[in-house]
């Protein structure tokens, strides 16, 4: 499985892991490990998912309020946000490839 995050979007996912550790030790690593599974089934089943624009897609993060968008090409799944499900939708469109 090959993917890449966009800077942002690495960013996001960091600060996510850092909150819910705040909130509980090793909530953290549950929230790292439930993305990191939901990008493993966007790779996996890249077309399944709901297309949120042009060919961009989110897959759903089980367990909390986030998704992935997403784009696949040439066999690498690029990351553009983890996205907090309750913020901004448009917020990202800038990051689009």
Avoid at 24 to 36: K, N, Q, T, Y
Avoid at 75 to 92: F, Q, S, T
Wanted: hydrophobic fraction near 40%.
């Amino acid at each position: 499985m090959r993917f890449r995050f966009h800077p942002d979007a690495e960013i996001e996912f960091m600060e996510a892991i850092d909150y819910y550790e705040r909130i509980d030790s090793g909530l953290g690593l549950d929230f790292a490990i439930e993305v990191h599974e939901a990008i493993s089934r966007a790779y996996t089943y890249s077309n399944s998912w709901a297309r949120i624009q042009g060919d961009i897609r989110r897959s759903l993060v089980d367990r909390f309020p986030f998704g992935i968008l997403y784009e696949k090409k040439d066999g690498m799944l690029y990351i553009l946000a983890v996205m907090h499900l309750h913020r901004e939708p448009n917020y990202c469109v800038d990051r689009l490839i």
